[in-house]
C-alpha cells in the first residue's frame, strides 16, 4: 500500500472508540489549549489587518458554507476562516508542539477541521476521531524527516494532516481523498526564512495551509484529477521538502501510535526551543539570583535550539523576533519571574534593562548531531561576584515526561481569554470544557462552534 493510500485509509476509517483512552484525553485537552490560544490572537499584533485581508476575498452568505473567526470575529466564508484561525492560533507562539516532529500538529489542523466543521456540521466523534487522525499524519510526517528542518514543517506538514481531516469531516471518498492530497501538495509552502529573519510571515504561513486544505478538497470534491504519489514521489512532498526521510516505521505504527498522545504544551508564548531554558532562569531567580548579579549566562543545547532562538536581542525588533529570540525572553524570566502574553509591547522590546541583561547572555551547540532533539539543555551562569552556577533538564516542561500541572493548564486559557477578550470569562472556559467533553457523544458538533464563534453561551 502506499503512503498516500495508507494515511488516507486511517484518517477516514479511524473509529474514535479504537483510539486508546489517553490519546482521546490528549485529543480533547490539546482542543482546548487550541480554542483558548485561537481566541488570544484574536487581540494579537497584525490580527485586524489579516482579518481585513481575508474579508477583502469575500463575505459570507447563505449560499456558502461559511464559519466564525475565533474570539467573537465574524462570519467568513469557510477558507477564509480557516486562514484567519491559522493566523491567530500560531502568531503569538502558544500552540502546542509535537517536538521530536518539530511540528505544531494543531495550528493548521485545527483551524481547517473548526472551519469545515461549523460549515459542515457532523457528529462529535468524527470530529475527534478526523482531528486525531489528521495529527497522526501532520507529527508521522515530521518524525519520518531525517534532516535539519527547512521548510516550516508546521504548515507544510500539517497541510496534508489537515487536508486528510477535512476529507473525513466531508465524507469524502478515499479516490477524492487522495485527488485532495495531490491539490495538498500543488499549495504546500512555507521556508525557515521567516523564521530567521523574525517576520509574521511565519504564521500567515499556518494560516495559508489551513485555507488550502478547504480548497485542496474543494478541487478534488469538483472531480479535479490531482497527482496521487505526493510524499515519495521524484518532485513528492519528502523528496522536494525534507532531503532526507523514512516513512516506513510512520506507516507502520498508524492504528498503533496515536501521535497527539506525544504533544506537548506550551508555557510560555514563544518559540518552544526558547523554553527549556527560561524555565532555567525562572529557576535562577527562584534561588535568588537578579540581573545585576550577572556577568554571563551561556545556554547549551542541541544544535535546533541555537538555531531556531540562538540570534542576539536588538532594539528594533519586532515581537516576531523576540518570541524566538533567547537573549529576551530569558531576560524577561530572570526579571519578572514569567514570560508572559503581555510580556511583548514595543515598549518592553526596547526596555534598556532587558536588552542589557539579553546582551549577556548566549546560546551554544551542544555538539548533539540530532537535527530534531530540544534537550537536554544547560545554563552556565558566571556571577559579577565570581561565583558559577550551573542549571540543567533533560525535558521540557509541558512535554509527555514533565507534563504541565493542571492548575498552569486552566491559568493558560484564562490568560489566553483574557487577552482575547478582554476578560476571563470562566462561565465561558466551563461552556466550552462541556462541550468538548460531550463531543464524543454528541449528535453535532454545533454547539462546539457556537460557543468558539462568540455566540451566546
Not at 341 to 369: C, H, K, M, N, W
Not at 435 to 453: C, E, I, K, M, N
Amino acid at each position: 500500500m502506499s503512503a498516500p493510500d495508507a494515511f488516507a485509509r486511517h484518517v477516514l476509517g479511524l473509529d474514535w472508540g479504537a483510539v486508546p483512552a489517553p490519546a482521546q484525553a490528549a485529543a480533547q485537552a490539546f482542543l482546548l489549549d487550541t480554542l483558548a490560544v485561537g481566541m488570544a490572537g484574536r487581540r494579537a499584533w497584525l490580527a485586524d489587518e489579516v482579518l481585513s485581508v481575508a474579508r477583502s476575498w469575500g463575505s459570507a452568505d447563505e449560499s456558502i458554507p461559511a464559519a466564525h473567526v475565533l474570539g467573537g470575529g465574524p462570519r467568513l466564508p469557510a477558507p477564509s476562516a480557516a486562514f484567519v484561525n491559522g493566523f491567530q492560533i500560531h502568531c503569538q507562539e502558544y500552540d502546542c508542539v509535537h517536538e521530536p516532529a518539530v511540528v505544531h500538529p494543531m495550528a493548521v489542523i485545527g483551524a481547517a477541521l473548526l472551519a469545515e466543521a461549523e460549515a459542515r456540521p457532523g457528529a462529535g466523534a468524527d470530529f475527534l476521531a478526523a482531528l486525531t487522525g489528521a495529527v497522526d499524519v501532520a507529527a508521522g510526517l515530521g518524525v519520518a524527516a531525517l534532516s535539519p528542518i527547512r521548510f516550516f514543517r508546521p504548515a507544510t506538514a500539517g497541510l496534508f494532516g489537515a487536508t486528510l481531516g477535512v476529507a473525513r469531516l466531508s465524507g469524502a471518498s478515499l479516490d477524492q481523498t487522495l485527488d485532495a492530497l495531490g491539490y495538498a501538495l500543488a499549495q504546500a509552502a512555507g521556508t525557515m526564512q521567516a523564521h530567521v529573519e523574525g517576520k509574521p510571515a511565519l504564521p500567515l504561513q499556518i494560516a495559508g495551509a489551513a485555507r488550502a486544505a478547504l480548497v485542496a478538497n474543494d478541487l478534488a470534491a469538483a472531480g479535479i484529477p490531482g497527482p496521487h504519489d505526493v510524499f515519495e514521489g521524484p518532485f513528492g512532498y519528502l523528496s522536494l521538502f525534507e532531503g532526507r526521510a523514512d516513512l516506513a516505521p510512520g506507516i507502520a505504527s498508524l492504528g498503533q501510535t496515536f501521535r497527539i498522545a506525544e504533544v506537548s504544551y506550551k508555557p510560555f508564548p514563544t518559540g518552544r526551543a526558547a523554553q527549556g531554558g527560561s524555565v532555567l532562569m525562572q529557576r535562577l531567580r527562584e534561588s535568588g539570583v537578579e540581573a545585576r548579579d550577572i556577568r554571563s549566562i551561556r545556554l547549551i543545547a542541541p544544535p535546533l535550539i541555537e538555531r531556531l532562538v540562538g540570534r542576539p536581542a536588538r532594539g528594533d525588533m519586532q515581537v516576531n523576533y523576540a518570541r524566538l529570540c533567547f537573549g529576551y525572553c530569558g531576560a524577561l524570566a530572570l526579571r519578572t519571574g514569567q514570560v508572559r502574553l503581555d510580556g511583548f509591547p514595543p515598549e518592553a522590546l526596547r526596555d534598556p534593562d532587558t536588552l542589557a541583561l539579553a546582551a549577556r547572555i548566549q546560546v551554544e551547540r551542544d555538539g548533539s548531531d540530532n537535527p530534531a532533539a530540544f534537550t537536554p539543555q544547560t545554563l552556565e551562569v558566571r556571577l559579577t561576584n565570581g561565583e558559577a552556577r550551573t542549571l540543567s533538564l533533560d525535558a521540557l516542561y509541558g512535554s509527555p515526561p514533565d507534563p504541565m500541572h493542571p492548575d498552569h493548564i486552566a491559568a493558560k486559557r484564562a490568560e489566553c481569554r483574557a487577552f482575547g477578550l478582554g476578560a476571563p470569562q470562566p462561565d465561558l472556559d466551563a461552556a466550552l470544557q462541556a462541550a468538548v467533553a460531550g463531543l464524543p457523544g454528541a449528535a453535532s458538533t454545533d454547539t462546539l462552534v457556537r460557543l468558539v464563534g462568540g455566540q451566546s453561551i
